[in-house]
C-alpha cells in the first residue's frame, strides 16, 4: 500500500476508492484568499509526492480546480472546461490517486482550455502532447473520472481489480480535514 507522506504539505493526496475522486466538482464561486491558500497547498503537495498536476477532489475538496506545472512554473487553473480538442496522442500516463500503476492511454492530441486564474482573470491555454495530457487528466478528476475508466473494457476489469485489492484497506479521509476544507 502506498500512502504519501505529509512533510511540508498539509494536504493529503486521495487514492483509489475514495468516493471523493469518483464524484463531479462544483464551480468555484467566489476566488478569494481561501482559494488561494488551497491552490498554495495543493502545488505543495503535488511537487511532494511528486508530481505535475493535481485536482482539488484529490486533496478532498469538492471544487473545479486544479495545478500543474508543465516545466514553466506551477499554474492554478479554476472552473475549467475544454472547449476545442483535436488528433490524437497515446502515452504512457500515471496518476497520484493510483500510486505505482501506469497505463498507455489515447487522448485528443491538442486541446483549447479556458478557465479563470487566482485573480479572476479568464485563462486561454492552447496545449499539446505532454501538456494537452496533464489539462485533460486533471480536467478528467474534476469530473469524478479516474484514468482506469479511459482504459479498454477488459484491460478496465483487471485495473479495477487490481486495485481494489491494493487499495480496499485505506482510511477514506487520510488527514482528516474532509469536512474542513469544503469551499
Known amino acids: 500500500m502506498t500512502q504519501y507522506p505529509c512533510g511540508v504539505s498539509e494536504l493529503a493526496i486521495r487514492t483509489y476508492g475514495d ?6 466538482t462544483r464551480d468555484v464561486e467566489e476566488i478569494d484568499g481561501r482559494v488561494a491558500r488551497l491552490a498554495e497547498q495543493m502545488i505543495e503537495a503535488m511537487r511532494e509526492a511528486p508530481g505535475v498536476g493535481l485536482a482539488a477532489n484529490q486533496v478532498g475538496v469538492s471544487r473545479r480546480l486544479f495545478v500543474y506545472d508543465a516545466g514553466d512554473g506551477p499554474v492554478t487553473v479554476i472552473n475549467p472546461r475544454i472547449v476545442e480538442s483535436e488528433g490524437e496522442f497515446t502515452y ?5 490517486s493510483v500510486p505505482g500503476y501506469a497505463w498507455e492511454i489515447t487522448r485528443p492530441d491538442r486541446v483549447h482550455l479556458v478557465g479563470l486564474d487566482l485573480d479572476g482573470n479568464e485563462l486561454s ?3 499539446d502532447e505532454f501538456e494537452g495530457r496533464i489539462l485533460q487528466h486533471e480536467l478528467d478528476h474534476l469530473d ?4 482506469v475508466e479511459r482504459l479498454d473494457p477488459d484491460q478496465r476489469k483487471e485495473a479495477r ?10 482510511r477514506r479521509d487520510p488527514d482528516g480535514l474532509a469536512s474542513r476544507l469544503e469551499l
Open 144 to 147: 469524478g473520472v479516474l484514468l
Open 161 to 170: 481489480s487490481m486495485l481494489r485489492r491494493e487499495f480496499s484497506s485505506q
Open 19 to 24: 468516493p471523493v475522486l469518483r464524484t463531479p
Open 92 to 96: 504512457v500516463e500515471g496518476c497520484l
Open 125 to 127: 491555454l492552447e496545449a
